[in-house]
């Protein structure tokens, strides 16, 4: 549980976004949890995410 914050989150989006222009998929190993899954939540990532962004960040079909 690697210590994250905002622009590490920031990253990883610009990483999925540059991933999808390129024909490529970017997918995390496991879900976010601990210490990622509580900046997503406080940027408001997790907040009736979108069904994609459920899958990317949480590998769920719903959050």
């Known amino acids: 549980d690697a210590l994250v ?3 590490g989150v920031q990253l990883i989006v610009a990483a999925q976004a ?4 390129e024909g490529k998929a970017l997918r995390l190993a496991r879900p976010a949890g601990g210490n990622l899954r509580r900046v ?6 997790l907040a009736n995410p979108a069904p994609d962004a459920a899958r990317f960040w ?3 079909e719903q959050a």
């Open 5 to 7: 914050d905002l622009s």
């Open 18 to 21: 540059f991933a999808r222009r």
């Open 40 to 45: 997503l939540e406080r940027a408001g990532f």
């Open 58 to 60: 949480l590998h769920a």
